[in-house]
């Protein structure tokens, strides 16, 4: 049972005497600033209220007992979303006790709880900002602070994950079909990087079973993220130092790939083929060593898997140099010899019909072909991608691509199939307005001049297409107001005219003049 500890402010009994002298009945005032106590361990359970003396703390506790005892009721019902608005509440509960009560000898214990309550309500915002506010105070124990700066960085790489799947934050992509620009993380990507690096600072005092293979993991998903925004060299210096610290981990064998990657992106031939004999050496320095942990009784999962994860890689490196096929041909293209480089990633296909970036060369091929004005090898190879590969991420940009080169050949019928199939299967696609003024462009030239004006209208009604394109805005809105004039139909010119004279940006000769006309056309139409 937990002891009670009197305040000499409320006590003059035999074992004072010998000290102070009672010259008073009156408490004397107590500073509730100050911490009146040790600071309990946060890992702790919470406190009865019995056993605390303040007043208002006593009755935070209740009411956040409370929350706890209904959230556990709630959890009877079978219904999760209920159950974890309830939790909600009771993180909030313990929230503002750990705000409300600074001096408590539980601060830690309830700021603790707040961040273990909120993460079961699965309100991972909240969970990381009790677990950051614990983590930053210097007054906690350093396996506590390391615990904290734990929880915040996975509370926030689940917040991360969950932004990538609905499209709020950029996804990886290893094999880049485009030039790298680097920017810095924002959002949930910053924060969790900076969590990620706070708990790399203080996982040696995480006593935590897990925490080396938590750290592992942490600084891999922080070098992905990098990655996806384009600090390739960044990206290479914290894999290096993941393959430093934490060689024997799932984590460190996984970033392997990525970590080649990075040379790749940067066009560096010669720097990817000696970082692949120098991981080579070291996934086969440490095997022996892999599977030694793997075969003791007190093995984890991830000890038990790793020799056959590195076996894995160690294979997929065994044909890097086959592969190269694919880089050789990224040089010609680049170099301006476009019918040797498609050529070249055709043959890679064809001996790796089964790798990953095997989509990736039949999309450079198709573009290939195309700078080298042979434009039906083009639609072919990029037809051939589409109907091969149907789930790959480069799907999209063929279909655009086989679309322009239809249009380009005079087929608007054609061209106007692929841009719908694309708009359906990619409503919220990156190349949404490329498809949505193309397609109107189809279809005029398929002498469907009223849907072509409908598309032409569409794309100069979404904001972020007239804000990144203000010129082609301007043509596509001009277009639909003329289009939809020489069918009679002046009420929709008059829509088109209008949203013309809203077209705000730096605009070119022609889109000015454009804009000139339609307040010329709308005084007509008066």
């Known amino acids: 049972m937990a002891r009670r500890v009197l305040s000499a402010a409320g006590y003059c009994g035999p074992a004072l005497a010998l000290l102070f002298a009672c010259a008073s009945t009156q408490a004397p005032r107590v500073d509730r600033s100050a911490p009146q106590a040790s600071p309990r361990p946060a890992g702790d359970s919470l406190p009865q209220p019995d056993e605390i003396l303040d007043g208002a703390e006593r009755q935070d506790l209740l009411r ?279 050529a070249c990633f055709e043959r890679y296909v064809e001996d790796h019909p089964d790798a990953r970036d095997a989509p990736a060369a039949l999309y450079n091929a198709g573009v290939a072909y195309a700078r080298a004005k042979q434009p039906r090898k083009a639609q072919a190879v990029q037809q051939r991608l589409i109907t091969r590969y149907p789930d790959a991420s480069e799907v999209g940009p063929a279909t655009l691509a086989l679309a322009t080169l239809r249009l380009d050949a005079g087929d608007g019928a054609g061209a106007a199939k692929l841009y719908q199939r694309y708009l359906r299967r990619f409503p919220a696609g990156e190349q949404r307005c490329l498809a949505l003024v193309n397609l109107g462009a189809a279809k005029e030239q398929a002498d469907r001049p009223l849907e072509a004006a409908y598309h032409y209208l569409a794309f100069g009604r979404e904001a972020r297409c007239a804000e990144e394109d203000p010129n082609t805005a301007a043509h596509a809105l001009s277009s639909a107001g003329h289009l939809y004039l020489e069918a009679g139909r002046k009420d929709e010119a008059r829509a088109a005219f209008r949203l013309l004279l809203k077209v705000k940006g730096e605009l070119d000769e022609e889109a000015r003049s454009q804009l000139a006309d339609a307040r010329q056309q709308l005084e007509t139409l008066r």
């Open 64 to 342: 956040a007992k409370e929350e706890l005892a209904h959230a556990g009721r709630a959890r009877l019902s079978g219904d999760e979303e209920h159950e974890k608005a309830v939790r909600r509440s009771a993180g909030q509960a313990l929230g503002h006790l750990a705000d409300g009560h600074p001096a408590s000898s539980y601060r830690f214990v309830y700021r603790r709880s707040a961040a273990e309550t909120f993460l079961e309500a699965d309100d991972l915002e909240a969970a990381a900002e009790q677990a950051e506010h614990l983590r930053d105070d210097e007054e906690a124990a350093p396996p506590d602070r390391a615990w904290a700066a734990r929880t915040a960085a996975v509370a926030l790489r689940r917040l991360l994950e969950r932004e990538v799947k609905e499209g709020l934050a950029p996804p990886l992509e290893l094999v880049r079909k485009t030039e790298l620009r680097p920017r810095p993380p924002t959002g949930a990507a910053r924060r969790f990087v900076e969590a990620a690096d706070a708990y790399a600072r203080l996982e040696a005092d995480d006593p935590g079973p897990e925490a080396e293979r938590e750290a592992a993991s942490l600084e891999l998903v922080a070098a992905e993220t990098l990655y996806a925004h384009d600090e390739a060299e960044e990206t290479r210096n914290r894999l290096e130092e993941l393959f430093r610290r934490f060689p024997l981990t799932g984590a460190a064998v996984e970033g392997v790939l990525p970590y080649l990657q990075t040379f790749l992106a940067r066009h560096d031939t010669t720097g990817y083929l000696a970082a692949v004999e120098r991981r080579r050496a070291d996934l086969e320095a440490i095997r022996p060593r892999a599977a030694e942990l793997a075969g003791a009784p007190s093995a984890a999962n991830e000890e038990k898997g790793l020799p056959g994860l590195i076996d894995r890689v160690l294979a997929q490196l065994a044909g890097e140099r086959d592969r190269m096929e694919f880089a050789s041909a990224m040089d010609l293209l680049r170099g301006g010899k476009p019918a040797e480089a498609a």
